[in-house]
Structure formats: C-alpha cells, structure tokens
Antibody
Framework: QVQLVQSGAEVKKPGASVKVSCKASGYTFTSYGISWVRQAPGQGLEWMGW????????NYAQKLQGRVTMTTDTSTSTAYMELRSLRSDDTAVYYC?????????WGQGTLVTVSS | QSALTQPASVSGSPGQSITISCTGTSSDVGGYNYVSWYQQHPGKAPKLMIYDVSKRPSGVSNRFSGSKSGNTASLTISGLQAEDEADYYC??????????FGGGTKLTVL
C-alpha cells in the first residue's frame, strides 16, 4: 500500500532554514508528483508547491517563491522541502502528498515551530 | 491566487443530507474538471474523498458525491453519520499550473 513517512517535528529560530523529508513506499516513486501542503494552527490548507518525481520539474506558490526549494532523491524514493528565512507565520504542520490532479495519499505531517 | 470560497460551517442531523459549496473562477473550478474534496478529522492528515469533480477513490463510501456547475463545485453527503463530522476542503487545479484550496467547512452532525 502507498505510504508516505515524514521526518519528525522541528523547532527553529526566525531566520533559520528547515528541511523536511517524505519517504515514499508502495508504488513506483517516479509515477507521481509530490506536492507540499501546510496548515497553520487552526487554519486551512495552503498549497506550497509541486515537484515531478520523474524529472524534477517544480512549480511553487507565488508567495513562497525564492524561499522554498523542493527536491527528490529517486535512489531512496524520498522528497524534500526546504524553507528558508523562517518567520513566525511559517509555524505550521507541513504535509507531503502524491499528486496527479488531486492529492491522493498524504504523509502524517511534520510540525515546524518557528520561535525565538 | 485567491482561495476558493466555502461556507465556514454546515450542520445536519443523522440520516439527513448536506451539501457544501466551493466557488472559484473560470481560471480554476470553472476551467478544469480537476476539483477534489478532502475530509480532515482533528489532528489527522486530510483524506481524499472525491477527485476529478465526481469520482470516488476505492474505499470511500458512496454516500459521498461531487458535482460542478459553472464556477461552483459541490460535495453532497447523504445519510449523515456521526463519523462524518470533520472539516472538509475543496481544491482545484488552476490556469497557472498550481493548485488552490478552499478555506474549509466545518461539518457538525447534530
């Protein structure tokens, strides 16, 4: 069965960077893209961007352009999301999800807390 | 890209039907048949309930159905059950090759 397992919770100071991993299993990794979606405490879902696991093409949400980088390692079937210059409003649960035209399978989420 | 518009809350009694709307524009909901719906229980990851406007993934109850008219998509849940109480989000692919979510709807089963 398809499974996405994300890395553990992180606490970062403002201005720092965070890199969250998402290890996939149960399917051919290069068959689906991976999207990253975040959810601030008590708020809704926000799409952050997408990466093709086939060729590494990316598309990021305009508001995060320049601060976010998404990559994949096909040798380990793992996707990564790095967010730089962290601010307090980046505090959220970050999810990865397999993506064709919808978000079919989701990771368990990674809480990133930005606090001085 | 602005978020899609959903009602903040809806409610219904067990056994009843409810409908949640999701309004966008011709650049997202109205322009593509790539509307999907997600159920999220507190503290859990979202779960895909409907994709491509009206298709149900394997394992999702046929009490859940989706439709679209113009720039508005809808999720209908029939035969409401206590376990349906959750937050529901719509999402659409957009003309910018991005995705956008709705603000979410809290469903209360009375």
């Amino acid at each position: 069965q398809v499974q996405l397992v994300q890395s553990g919770a992180e606490v970062k100071k403002p201005g720092a960077s965070v890199k969250v991993s998402c290890k996939a299993s149960g399917y051919t990794f290069t068959s689906y893209g991976i999207s990253w979606v975040r959810q601030a405490p008590g708020q809704g879902l926000e799409w952050m961007g997408w990466i093709s696991a086939y060729n590494g093409n990316t598309n990021y949400a305009q508001k995060l352009q320049g601060r976010v980088t998404m990559t994949t390692d096909t040798s380990t079937s793992t996707a990564y999301m790095e967010l730089r210059s962290l601010r307090s409003d980046d505090t959220a649960v970050y999810y990865c999800a397999t993506t064709i035209q919808s978000f079919d399978y989701w990771g368990q989420g990674t809480l990133v807390t930005v606090s001085s | 890209q602005s978020a899609l518009t959903q009602p903040a809350s809806v409610s219904g009694s067990p056994g009843q039907s409810i409908t949640i709307s999701c309004t966008g524009t011709s650049s997202d909901v109205g322009g593509y048949n790539y509307v999907s719906w997600y159920q999220q229980h507190p503290g859990k990851a979202p779960k895909l309930m409907i994709y491509d406007v009206s298709k149900r993934p394997s394992g999702v109850s046929n009490r859940f159905s989706g439709s679209k008219s113009g720039n508005t998509a809808s999720l209908t849940i029939s035969g409401l059950q206590a376990e349906d109480e959750a937050d529901y989000y719509c999402s659409s692919y957009t003309s910018s090759s991005t995705w956008v979510f709705g603000g979410g709807t809290k469903l209360t089963v009375l």
